[in-house]
């Protein structure tokens, strides 16, 4: 095992431990103050949120919209590794600039920062799972995308739950419904939104909107391809193992 495989199933046990961490005292009185937070919001702005989230999720799920790239094939897995922390960058960069702008523009070009950064943050997610040399063409991939997406952006409780899911994938994957109208999308919003709202509302004061859309935006990128790099590399070294025992 080389120097960098070491420090990858150092981060990725890391990674694992606090996924399957329980609720904290100080995560439990987070989500109080945001469900205080979220009485104070204008119904209207929930309602762009709301929206956004509902209409991404369905992309995700029946269209092509996000489809950009075929599997990577003939990598090695550090070859993979250098190619997601690629994108990770770009795309990083470029949701800051966009959170840049959108918060310097007022209250409602801040708004449109919504479904921008969720498009960015989606197409960075099915690059990953390309590059990692999954096909996304699967519905079931697709699902993958949104918990993984959802392990980045949803309460404690609600990770222990999902990571599961992904832990124990080839039989999870065995149990979705061929239907893919029966994904959980309302849950799926609303953890979402309730995560990112005490960032993301800061966006909207006038003076500051337009370096806390850079910081946040960037920050909330670089961990969305962080947890999905390990979300993956868990999965490749769980298909290696099984193939190893067969």
């Known amino acids: 095992m080389s120097a960098y495989e070491k420090s990858v199933q150092a981060e990725l046990i890391r990674w694992q431990q606090a996924m399957q961490k329980p609720p904290s005292g100080f ?8 469900r205080r937070i979220n009485r104070i919001i204008p119904k209207r702005v929930h309602d762009v949120i709301t929206a956004t989230i509902k209409q991404m999720t369905r992309a995700v799920l ?47 070009l801040s708004l449109a920062d919504f479904p921008i950064l969720l498009t960015l943050k989606m197409k960075m997610l099915f690059e990953i799972a390309s590059l990692y040399g999954y096909s996304v063409e699967d519905y079931r991939e697709r699902v993958y995308i949104l918990y993984v997406f959802q392990l980045a952006f949803s309460s404690q409780e609600r990770r222990q739950t999902v990571y599961q899911y992904i832990a124990n994938w080839p039989e999870h994957s065995r149990q979705l419904p061929d239907d893919i109208n029966q994904f959980d999308w309302l849950t799926f919003q609303q953890e979402y939104r309730d995560y990112i709202d005490l960032a993301k509302m800061a966006q909207l004061i006038p003076g500051i909107g337009a370096a806390v859309g850079i910081v946040v935006n960037y920050r909330l990128v670089n961990q969305l391809g962080r947890t999905a790099m390990n979300a993956y590399r868990m999965r490749l070294i769980a298909e290696k193992k099984a193939l190893l025992t067969e």
């Open 27 to 34: 995560g439990r009185l987070s989500s109080s103050l945001q």
């Open 62 to 108: 029946f269209g092509a919209k996000f489809l950009t790239r075929p599997p990577a094939e003939s990598m090695t897995f550090i070859e993979r590794e250098a190619a997601v922390a690629r994108r990770i960058e770009f795309y990083k960069k470029t949701s800051a600039a966009e959170g840049g702008v959108t918060g310097a523009g007022g209250f409602w």
